[in-house]
T-cell receptor, first 114, second 111 residues
Framework: DAGVIQSPRHEVTEMGQEVTLRCKPI?????LFWYRQTMMRGLELLIY????????DSGMPEDRFSAKMPNASFSTLKIQPSEPRDSAVYFC????????????FGPGTRLTVT | AQSVTQLDSQVPVFEEAPVELRCNYS??????LFWYVQYPNQGLQLLLK??????LVKGINGFEAEFNKSQTSFHLRKPSVHISDTAEYFC?????????FGKGTKLTVNP
C-alpha cells in the first residue's frame, strides 16, 4: 500500500492567496484527520471525518479554513485568504475505523505564506 | 478533557546508552495511550500503544513503555539507543477516535 498521500509537499504562497491542500487516505480506511504542526502550538487536530462526514471541526482556527471529503479516497483543506500565521506543516492521517485508534500519517505539506 | 505533558523538550544521549522519555497524562476517565515517532521531514509513525491488558507494552525498534495508572504516566524506554533513533517522539492520549498529542521530545543520539 502506498500509505497516505499528500500534495503538494511544499507550498509557498503570498498573503491573501487561496491555498488548497490535498489528501488521499489509505484505501479502506473510514476515518480521516487533518492536523497542523507548528513550533509554538505543537500538533493540533483541525477536523476529522468518519465515512466522509465531518464529525468534529472544533479545531479549525477560523472561517478562512474549510475542509471537504467528497468521497472515500479524497479530501481537501482550503485556506482562503491565507495569512503568514498559517505557515505550518499540515498533516493528513487516516485510520481503519473510529474504533481502531491507530492513525497512519502522510508525509505532510509544508506551507509558507509570505 | 484529556491532556498530555512531555516533561523534556530535548534529550541528548550517547549511542548505546539507555534512554527514558517521560510522559504524563491527565484524564477523568480511562484512556488509551500511544507513542509516535517523527523522523526529520516525515510524518508520524506509531511506535506502540496501550489499550488494555499488560501494563508493559513493547513496540517497534526495541522501544517499550509502561503504563502506570496511579502515577498517570506512560514513559518510553529503550535499553540501548542507536544513531538512527534520533527523531522527535510524541506521546498521545485518546478516549475516542481523537488523539491529543504532547508537545514532543527531541531525542538526539550522539556518537
Amino acid at each position: 500500500d502506498a500509505g497516505v498521500i499528500q500534495s503538494p509537499r511544499h507550498e509557498v504562497t503570498e498573503m491573501g492567496q487561496e491555498v488548497t491542500l490535498r489528501c488521499k487516505p489509505i484505501s479502506g480506511h473510514n476515518s480521516l484527520f487533518w492536523y497542523r504542526q507548528t513550533m509554538m502550538r505543537g500538533l493540533e487536530l483541525l477536523i476529522y471525518f468518519n465515512n466522509n462526514v465531518p464529525i468534529d471541526d472544533s479545531g479549525m482556527p477560523e472561517d478562512r479554513f474549510s475542509a471537504k471529503m467528497p468521497n472515500a479516497s479524497f479530501s481537501t483543506l482550503k485556506i482562503q485568504p491565507s495569512e503568514p500565521r498559517d505557515s505550518a506543516v499540515y498533516f493528513c492521517a487516516s485510520s481503519l475505523s473510529w474504533r481502531d485508534y491507530e492513525q497512519y500519517f502522510g508525509p505532510g505539506t509544508r506551507l509558507t505564506v509570505t | 478533557a484529556q491532556s498530555v505533558t512531555q516533561l523534556d523538550s530535548q534529550v541528548p544521549v550517547f549511542e548505546e546508552a539507555p534512554v527514558e522519555l517521560r510522559c504524563n497524562y491527565s484524564s477523568s476517565v480511562s484512556v488509551y495511550l500511544f507513542w509516535y515517532v517523527q523522523y526529520p521531514n516525515q510524518g508520524l509513525q506509531l511506535l506502540l500503544k496501550y489499550l488494555s491488558g499488560s501494563t508493559l507494552v513493547k513496540g517497534i525498534n526495541g522501544f517499550e513503555a509502561e503504563f502506570n495508572k496511579s502515577q498517570t504516566s506512560f514513559h518510553l524506554r529503550k535499553p540501548s539507543v542507536h544513531i538512527s533513533d534520533t527523531a522527535e517522539y510524541f506521546c498521545a492520549v485518546s478516549r475516542s477516535e481523537k488523539l491529543v498529542f504532547g508537545k514532543g521530545t527531541k531525542l538526539t543520539v550522539n556518537p
